[in-house]
């Protein structure tokens, strides 16, 4: 199953492991394939960077580098396309959206409310962590 994760979603999985922490143990155990583009993981690395998150990443030993690449890799890299989608409040969250078109992805996990009211996009499922992890892998 192929799937794209939010950078919201790398955010907290990385950082406070919890229930997105379980799509990186899925990621490394092959039992769902992680698809992203350039414009994804710079985002991340953008966001990696945020002063508010750089006790946490010291905390747990981390460094924003190590982070980027342990999510290398967990990943499979896709070229993206412009993509506009007008009903989309927030235009950044397109990359979201055509990463999962171009990667042909089954579902997009997100934490962001503005791509969850949209529940599914050309025929990809939108929902989050949690969902994905009770409604495909049991998990409660």
Same mark, same amino acid.
């Given at each position: 199953?192929?799937?794209? $994760?939010?950078?919201?979603?790398?955010?907290?999985?990385?950082?406070?492991?919890?229930?997105?922490?379980?799509?990186?143990?899925?990621?490394?155990?092959?039992?769902?394939?992680?698809?992203?583009?350039?414009?994804?993981?710079?985002? $991340?690395?953008?966001? $990696?960077?945020? *002063?508010?998150?750089?006790?946490?990443?010291?905390? $747990?030993? #981390?460094?924003?580098?190590?982070?980027?690449?342990?999510?290398?890799?967990?990943?499979? #890299?896709?070229?993206?396309?412009?993509?506009?989608?007008?009903?989309?409040?927030?235009? *950044?969250?397109?990359?979201?959206?055509?990463?999962?078109?171009?990667?042909?992805?089954?579902?997009?996990?997100?934490?962001?409310? *503005?791509?969850?009211?949209?529940?599914?996009?050309?025929?990809?499922?939108?929902?989050?962590?949690? *969902? #994905?992890?009770?409604?495909? #892998?049991?998990?409660?």
């Amino acid at each position: 199953m192929k799937v794209v $994760l939010d950078t919201n979603v790398w955010v907290s999985a990385w950082l406070w492991r919890g229930v997105p922490g379980n799509l990186i143990r899925l990621a490394r155990k092959r039992q769902i394939i992680i698809c992203t583009s350039e414009a994804l993981l710079n985002e $991340l690395e953008t966001t $990696l960077n945020y *002063d508010k998150l750089q006790k946490k990443i010291q905390s $747990l030993n #981390f460094t924003k580098e190590k982070l980027i690449e342990g999510t290398k890799e967990l990943v499979v #890299f896709y070229p993206i396309n412009n993509l506009n989608v007008p009903e989309l409040r927030d235009p *950044d969250d397109t990359i979201v959206l055509a990463t999962a078109i171009a990667s042909n992805a089954n579902i997009i996990i997100t934490g962001d409310q *503005d791509l969850l009211t949209l529940t599914e996009y050309q025929n990809i499922s939108i929902m989050t962590a949690s *969902d #994905f992890l009770t409604k495909y #892998f049991n998990y409660n």
